[in-house]
């Protein structure tokens, strides 16, 4: 399977699914649980980067199997099966490491459970591709410890971004204003202030930095 192939099955098997009907909050501009552009970018950045064998670390694991959530882990899966690799995922919740590890049983993906900001600080960070970060459910109204969280799930993978692709996932803005909410408000932030901007910027963030 080459990039374009790959392209066509995303659309054909996921698209539409990642496109996740829901009743707008009024708030917010009408992008919420709209994923499917952001995977595609994502999937596509990554097969310009290089062809096969791609190391995946993702924060926040699949959960239950409904598509508001979606399913990245299974994404992920799917991905390496196709161009060989591994997905390394953690997630504080036992009940999600046991469904995940169930429905991934025989896949290339190590399913851990602890708490995602020391389990980054422990593992090899060395040669990831891309790193997913998606763990602390938000709250839209007081997203502080959700985004604090994230944030400090950046710090911890920081000096290994060079080479990779950082996305992270649940996030909306304003309809009539610049105010944002959602995981990865304080990553935003903190990278805008060095001048450094998003490839990507609707429900899902995503940064190149190769």
């Known amino acids: 399977m080459d990039r374009l192939q790959w392209n066509k099955y ?3 098997k996921y698209y539409t699914n990642l496109n996740y009907p829901f009743k707008q909050k009024a708030k917010f501009k009408n992008n919420i649980y709209q994923r499917g552009n952001g995977y595609k970018l994502i999937f596509d950045t990554l097969l310009q980067k290089k062809i096969e064998n791609f190391n995946i670390v993702e924060t926040g694991t699949c959960r239950n199997l409904s598509w508001s959530d979606g399913q990245s882990t ?10 060989g690799g591994t997905v390394q995922t953690v997630d504080i919740s036992s009940e999600a490491v046991l469904l995940s590890k169930k429905l991934l049983k025989g896949k290339k993906v190590t399913v851990n459970l602890g708490d995602s900001i020391s389990w980054l600080s422990n593992i090899d960070k060395n040669d990831i591709d891309l790193f ?3 763990s602390f459910d938000v709250k839209w109204k007081n997203d502080e410890p959700s985004a604090t969280h994230h ?3 950046f710090f911890e ?11 992270i996932d649940d996030n909306v ?6 105010e944002r909410a959602g995981k990865g408000r304080l990553i935003y932030e903190y ?7 998003p490839i990507y910027d609707e429900y899902i963030i ?3 930095f190769t």
């Open 151 to 153: 944030l400090n799930e």
């Open 10 to 12: 995303f659309d054909e």
């Open 157 to 167: 993978i920081e000096p290994y971004l060079p080479g990779s692709i950082l996305a």
């Open 132 to 134: 997913f970060l998606d």
């Open 191 to 197: 990278l805008l202030s060095k001048n450094i901007k």
């Open 206 to 208: 995503v940064y190149n």
């Open 173 to 178: 803005k304003s309809k009539t204003s610049n």
């Open 74 to 83: 299974i994404l992920f899966a799917d991905f390496v099966e196709k161009f």
